[in-house]
């Protein structure tokens, strides 16, 4: 499960998304890689949010189930499903290759007990969300797009760089108390008297 997990984390995950974006503009679909820059930052700034929320608050409403949603699951979800929507032409292709994407890393993430299944399915959402963002923005890929080169790019890096990590998880979660802390925001009555 490791193994699997791994290539969603944000050290595979980012040279992907940057690669496909300047293979884009190689290409010369440039309306295709800014769309896809800005649906998978509009992603991950979701999740940071989500994820800052829910550490710096979750002891004030009480949700024991959702501490941190599952960025792994959401970064999956939208490169696979706008990589699919992009190369295969079709939102049908998409959406199966998002949520296909969305069920073996939800699954490795719950196997390894490191999400909830709400924090799964929260991670899930945003990541459908902004593949459809994606492809919504890119409209057609022009008929001189080499989908079979990009595919490869991405997978060749996705080989290069699995098995390394960012310790992104850590940053975040002391960011968030620093911040609830310093603006005084999601404590209970109790705490503040």
């Known amino acids: 499960m490791r193994f699997l997990t791994d290539?969603?984390?944000?050290?595979?995950?980012?040279?992907?998304?940057?690669?496909?974006?300047l293979a884009l503009l190689a290409q010369g679909w440039r309306r295709g890689a800014v769309a896809w820059l800005l649906a998978i930052t509009a992603t991950f700034a979701a999740m940071l949010a989500l994820k800052m929320f829910f550490l710096a608050c979750s002891s004030t409403f009480g949700t024991a189930d959702i501490r941190t949603p599952s960025g792994h699951?959401?970064?999956a979800t939208v490169v696979a499903g706008g990589l699919a929507g992009l190369l295969l032409r079709g939102r049908r292709a998409a959406l199966l290759f998002a949520v296909v994407a969305a069920i073996l890393i939800g699954g490795t993430r719950l196997g390894l007990r490191m999400h909830s299944a709400t924090e799964v399915v929260i991670g899930?959402?945003?990541?459908?969300?902004?593949?459809?963002a994606l492809l919504l923005l890119a409209g057609?890929?022009?008929?001189?797009?080499?989908?079979?080169?990009?595919?490869?790019?991405?997978?060749?890096?996705?080989?290069?760089?699995?098995?390394?990590?960012?310790?992104?998880?850590?940053?975040?979660?002391?960011?968030?108390?620093?911040?609830?802390?310093?603006?005084?925001?999601c404590q209970s009555a109790e705490l503040r008297l």
């Open 124 to 132: 899930a959402g945003v990541g459908l969300a902004g593949t459809w």
């Open 140 to 185: 057609e890929p022009p008929p001189q797009l080499e989908a079979r080169r990009i595919a490869l790019i991405a997978a060749a890096v996705a080989v290069v760089f699995h098995g390394f990590h960012l310790p992104a998880e850590a940053h975040i979660r002391s960011t968030a108390l620093r911040l609830a802390h310093l603006l005084a925001v």
């Open 7 to 21: 290539f969603a984390d944000q050290a595979v995950i980012l040279p992907i998304v940057l690669a496909i974006g």
């Open 73 to 75: 699951v959401a970064a």
